[in-house]
């Protein structure tokens, strides 16, 4: 049984920071990819930002300079650093883990979501 727990978020004023933080737990060996998804409410899902395990980083045009994605492997776990917060940032974030190699299976798992709310 493999969990993906998000926490950080909340709500900020515009120009603020938020660094949200997702955790990997199980029986797990590797994961090859894990990144935010974001939606808001009557748009489609969209990838904000994804890191491998070996470093290699990608980010949505819109965040680009502003977000910063990182990785500890030991620990699973991802992180999202994001400042200069803008009210379009508004959103519910995903946290996403591909290719997890546990005792038992491979397979993609996704968290249930953190609120993040940019607002004066």
């Known amino acids: 049984q493999v969990q993906l727990v998000e926490s950080g978020g909340g709500l900020v004023q515009p120009g603020g920071s938020l660094r949200l933080s997702c955790a990997a737990s199980?029986?797990?060996?590797?994961?090859?990819?894990m990144g935010w998804y974001r939606q808001a409410p009557g748009k489609q899902r969209e990838l904000v930002a994804a890191?491998?395990?070996?470093?290699?980083?990608n980010y949505a045009d819109s965040v680009k300079g502003r977000f910063t994605i990182s990785r500890d492997n030991a620990k699973n776990t991802v992180y999202l650093q994001m400042n200069s917060l803008k009210p379009e940032d508004t959103a519910v974030y995903y946290c996403?883990?591909?290719?997890?190699?546990?005792?038992?299976?491979?397979?993609?798992?996704w968290g249930q979501g953190t609120q993040v709310t940019v607002s004066s």
């Open positions: 996403n883990a591909d290719g997890v190699v546990t005792t038992t299976e491979l397979y993609d798992y």
């Open positions: 199980g029986s797990i060996f590797s994961i090859y990819a």
């Open positions: 890191i491998t395990s070996g470093g290699s980083t």
